[in-house]
């Protein structure tokens, strides 16, 4: 394939809605081959380490992360709650060749104590969340990872809460992001992207401290959208609907059954 149909191809990959990414990729390999997917594979890495998949370990319960913070390289990441290290297909979303891995950091107690704060909140906010706390930018910094999937194909909707945060210990300071996106699409589609850029001062560089002003920042963000949906609904939603009928009455709907479709609404019966 040239490259530029597959980067056009890429493009809906990394663009995959929430819970859709196997319906784009039957999509792809009808309207292209199946052989296409097989030339996808830095598409399949950008789009699972940006949406923080999370997979099973082989034998294990509980979810894991697959992000940019975790990578080990050649497609390997860590898990510092399991203190393992896992192969990741990015095509097939499975995880395998499970090893130790114990993590190196001079920030370990404060890793640890975070995922156990971070644990905590996590259980109480989201009924379906996964998280995980990292050093990173050389164990200068410490990267605090969640993310939230709820999927309802039945009901044609899906929707992921991603949030990402850096914590400098030395400038006891947090930066991040929290992302929604909601795809709806039962007789249309609808997506909501959402990009909310969180900078905060820490006063305390304890893990309840830090954890504390990520869920003040996180309610506020939650109430922010809320806002934003009632605004929509009762503004550019209730504008794009007429208030009367073009014939500018209402219609009595008790009598519904007695009008005579083309003459009483359309007011046929009045000018005769």
Known sequence: ?????????????????????????????????????AQLGPAFQKYNEEQFATVKLPGGSQHVLVTPYNSLGDGRYYDVESSSSFAFDHITQKASATQTHVLESNHLDLVKSLLKSLSTYVQEHYP??????????????????????????????????????????????????????????????????????????IPSTSAAAIIKEIAGAEKKCQ???????NHLSEGAFKGLRRQLPITRQKIEWDKIAGYRLGQDIGGASSRR
Do not use: C
């Not at 999937?149 to 044609?156: A, G, H, V």
């Open 128 to 201: 379906n969340a996964s998280h995980g706390v990292y050093p990173t930018e050389g164990d200068s910094k410490i990267a605090i990872v969640l993310v939230a999937n709820k999927y309802s194909p039945n009901n044609f909707w899906n929707g992921r809460w991603r949030s990402a945060y850096t914590f400098s210990p030395s400038a006891s300071s947090l930066a991040g992001t929290i992302k929604a996106d909601v795809h709806y699409y039962e007789d249309g589609n609808v997506r909501l992207l959402t990009d909310k850029p969180v900078s905060l001062s």
């Open 1 to 37: 394939m040239p490259s530029s149909e597959l980067q056009t191809v890429s493009s809906f990959v990394e663009g995959a809605p929430p819970g859709e990414l196997a319906d784009v990729i039957a999509d792809i390999k009808t309207l292209t081959s199946p052989d296409v997917v």
């Open 223 to 229: 109430d922010e959208l809320n806002k934003g949906f």
